[in-house]
């Protein structure tokens, strides 16, 4: 490409350009003007792009006498930062130009993905205008407020702005532009009216101070303030089903691979991961429920879960827990000792306390096995976090009080010390530990919980020390953790009553930090580990020992403890790859090196 670049607006230089790369507003019959009069100047072997974002490839080339070199290059906004550019293919467009797009994108620093065929949307649109239009039905049927929905897209699925939130930044006009265009090309959907409504009434977000936010002026962007708790009553897998059954059909059509699909929903949407890929965390067989049930609440056909979907569910490729989805994973494996379950699915270990029938009473044999599952799991470089739970109705009622017959003093100074011990090997491991609380989590129980790093719990879940009730004290670190986790006074009222509390209490004193319905428990806890197991190892376990020994020192002194961990991670091979893929604009691949 000798001369270079030439630029739509100056509407000169065509005749020595190699590459000509048009970018003027979204109109097909302007575009079409353009390129016949650029066809007509531009060298023969000149290739003609189009940045379109939804406009057909191939009804531009239509304006030309070479639809061969003619091609998509749509680059996302702002192109200075974005590093996405799809490449797309018009149905007569040459492997050569494709090849040179590629090649011209990738000398300009950005990432190429190449769309195999002129679809109405191509691949980015298509998926985020499912997420969109469907978030703004999902208000418009009365299933949760704006507020709820943008807060359940921000916290459960991680993306970086909720559906409202993001229209009124792109623009709704704008959105509503291109939902009009991929309609009329055939784009099954029904447009929700909100969208429109807010167009004609001159609402179209931050550029106008109003849109379904309100702002403080015109072109002002503050973020609508949203918690978690909002977003709890949101299923969030309704909200992102949509888009991953549009994924589904763009990979069994052949548009672009798996790893393309997930790739442009990365750089081109700023997900943490593509929709294939959560919807292997979620599991399919999870997605076709939610789009089934959308479809009988509406009738609408763009909710048809897609043969590939279902031949997934049928074939068990229900993605991580099957060991199969979109992506392959490490088969899980899973044994069952005496009173625990232990399954393996790299790089998530669970452990189940299962003695379901005692409702998980701990005793010695379940206190010997669950310290020595730790330390194997300790030693394993395929696991990096560690999810533990009940089986049954509960987490764990506490200690079995059948063992206490008859147990001397000596004797029980014996057991509450190896309790002790075994918790300390939870709270110390050098992995994060989740403790999934599913139900009763009970004297010893709730001790073995506060052990954990971090605690989830089931709505249903009550929380409480009753030993006080049987004339004894708590034993397994309940008199030390809780105080901490709490405040002394509020630790002291739960341990002198015996009283058990529900979920919602225990959150907000501070015992848990998350609760979820019952039936979204182990989808949380696997979630969070997943996105756990994205970190740098190391770097987990500096802060964790730097919180941990912080904690039972004065301030200088764990501040010492910080700076003498932060200072040691420098030597890491996580931290060069850490600072490298941040320049480059790339998910870090971090190895615990």
Same mark, same amino acid.
């Given at each position: 490409m000798g001369h270079g670049i030439a630029e739509v607006a100056a509407m000169a230089g065509y005749e020595v350009a190699d590459f000509v790369i048009e970018a003027v507003p979204e109109n097909l019959d302007l575009k079409k003007e353009i390129f016949s009069k650029v066809d007509k100047i531009a060298p023969p072997h000149a290739i003609l792009a189009t940045n379109t974002s939804s406009l057909p490839i191939s009804e531009i080339a239509e304006?030309?006498?070479?639809?061969?070199?003619?091609?998509?290059?749509h680059f996302f906004n702002p192109p200075v930062v974005m590093p996405l550019v799809e490449v797309i293919r018009g149905s007569k467009t040459s492997d050569e130009t494709v090849n040179a797009t590629v090649d011209l994108a990738r000398r300009l620093g950005k990432t190429p993905i190449v769309v195999a065929r002129d679809v109405p949307g191509f691949i980015v649109n298509r998926i985020l205008v499912r997420v969109l239009n469907n978030a703004c039905w999902y208000v418009?049927?009365?299933? /949760?407020?704006?507020?709820?929905?943008?807060?359940?897209?921000?916290?459960?699925?991680?993306?970086?702005?909720?559906?409202?939130?993001?229209?009124?930044?792109?623009?709704?006009?704008?959105?509503?532009?291109?939902?009009?265009?991929?309609?009329?090309?055939?784009?099954?959907?029904?447009?929700?009216?909100?969208?429109? %409504?807010?167009?004609?009434?001159?609402?179209?977000?931050?550029?106008?101070?109003?849109?379904?936010?309100?702002y403080p002026a015109a072109g002002k962007f503050v973020r609508p303030q949203l918690t978690r708790e909002m977003g709890e009553k949101v299923d969030a897998v309704e909200l992102i089903a949509p888009a991953v059954n549009e994924a589904a059909w763009l990979l069994r059509e052949g548009i672009a691979g798996r790893e393309d699909i997930d790739r442009a929903c990365e750089l081109g949407l700023n997900y943490p991961r593509g929709v294939l890929r959560m919807a292997d965390e979620i599991g399919i067989d999870r997605i076709v429920e939610?789009?089934? #049930?959308?479809?009988?609440?509406?009738?609408?056909?763009?909710?048809?879960?897609?043969?590939?979907?279902?031949?997934?569910?049928?074939?068990?490729?229900?993605?991580?827990?099957?060991?199969?989805?979109?992506?392959?994973?490490?088969?899980?494996?899973? #044994?069952?000792l005496s009173t625990l379950v232990v399954r393996i699915e790299p790089p998530i270990a669970w452990v189940y306390l299962n003695r379901p029938e005692r409702l998980n009473a701990?005793?010695?044999?379940?206190?010997? %096995?669950?310290?020595?599952?730790?330390? %194997?799991?300790?030693? #394993?470089?395929?696991?990096?976090?560690?999810?533990?739970?009940?089986?049954?109705?509960?987490?764990? /009622?506490?200690?079995?009080?059948?063992?206490?017959?008859?147990?001397?003093?000596?004797?029980?100074?014996?057991?509450?010390?190896?309790?002790?011990?075994?918790?300390?090997?939870?709270?110390?491991?050098?992995?994060?530990?989740?403790?999934?609380?599913?139900?009763?989590?009970?004297?010893?129980g709730i001790e073995i919980a506060m052990s954990g790093d971090i605690r989830i719990a089931a709505e249903s879940a009550r929380i409480g020390q009753p030993e006080i009730n049987l004339g004894i004290m708590p034993g397994a670190g309940g008199t030390q953790r809780m105080?901490?986790?709490?405040?002394?006074? #509020?630790?002291?009222?739960?341990?002198?009553?015996?009283?058990?509390?529900?979920?919602?209490?225990?959150?907000?004193?501070?015992?848990?930090?998350?609760?979820?319905?019952?039936?979204?428990?182990? %989808?949380?806890?696997?979630?969070?580990?997943?996105?756990?197991?994205?970190?740098?190892?190391?770097?987990?376990?500096?802060?964790?020992? /730097?919180?941990?020994?912080?904690?039972?020192?004065?301030?200088?002194?764990?501040l010492s403890i910080e700076s003498a961990l932060f200072s040691i991670l420098f030597s890491t091979r996580d931290f060069e790859e850490g600072v490298s893929a941040f320049l480059e604009k790339r998910k870090p691949k971090f190895r615990g090196e």
């Open positions: 304006a030309t006498e070479r639809p061969d070199k003619v091609v998509g290059m418009r049927r009365g299933k /949760a407020s704006m507020e709820e929905v943008d807060a359940a897209a921000r916290f459960k699925l991680e993306l970086p702005m909720g559906p409202f939130e993001l229209m009124d930044f792109i623009g709704i006009d704008i959105m509503h532009s291109i939902i009009k265009a991929m309609w009329e090309r055939g784009f099954v959907i029904q447009p929700c009216p909100a969208i429109e %409504e807010k167009v004609k009434a001159g609402e179209l977000g931050v550029k106008s101070g109003k849109g379904f936010y309100t939610a789009l089934t #049930r959308l479809k009988e609440e509406t009738g609408s056909n763009e909710y048809e879960p897609d043969p590939l979907l279902k031949q997934m569910v049928q074939e068990g490729k229900l993605g991580v827990k099957a060991g199969a989805g979109f992506y392959e994973y490490p088969k899980a494996e899973e #044994r069952k701990v005793n010695v044999e379940m206190l010997n %096995e669950l310290g020595s599952v730790l330390d %194997e799991l300790e030693e #394993r470089d395929d696991v990096r976090v560690l999810i533990v739970t009940g089986k049954g109705k509960a987490f764990s /009622a506490g200690a079995d009080v059948t063992q206490f017959k008859g147990m001397t003093p000596i004797k029980a100074f014996r057991f509450s010390r190896k309790f002790q011990e075994v918790l300390n090997k939870i709270e110390y491991l050098t992995k994060p530990v989740i403790m999934a609380i599913n139900g009763y989590a009970l004297g010893g105080p901490r986790l709490t405040w002394p006074s #509020r630790a002291k009222m739960l341990i002198y009553t015996g009283d058990a509390i529900p979920a919602s209490e225990a959150l907000k004193i501070g015992l848990v930090d998350l609760v979820v319905p019952d039936d979204k428990l182990e %989808e949380e806890a696997r979630r969070l580990a997943l996105k756990l197991a994205e970190k740098p190892p190391i770097a987990l376990l500096a802060a964790k020992y /730097a919180i941990q020994f912080g904690m039972q020192a004065d301030i200088r002194t764990g």
